[in-house]
């Protein structure tokens, strides 16, 4: 059946963070920051959030819309790479997720 997707972009070259949430009746989040390592812990990456957006499709009469969100937050995040494929990820509120990398 239909799922919600979860799903996060490092891009540590350009020092971006985008993370985003599918539902399966195609509303989605998604949230864009700045992101750096931390000079003191190797492992961690610290990130600050710039922008956020809610995309709701279908709204009667008015088609999609996309609404946009006042960013708020910062914070960081451990990463240990598993593999090529596999990311654990352990955050300043201490979860834990597990990320796998997707097709290119």
Known sequence: GPSTVVYQTLDIENGRLGNGVEWPNG???TVDSTLSTDEEV??????VFESAALTIPN???LG???LTLPP???GWFDNIYLD???RLNRDL?????VYQRMAE
């Open 42 to 47: 190797d492992i961690r990456s610290n990130f």
């Open 64 to 66: 999609t819309r996309t």
């Open 72 to 74: 708020v937050g910062k």
């Open 93 to 97: 509120r201490g979860n834990i997720a």
């Open 84 to 86: 090529r494929e596999l």
């Open 27 to 29: 509303v989605i989040f």
């Open 59 to 61: 709204i009667p009469l």
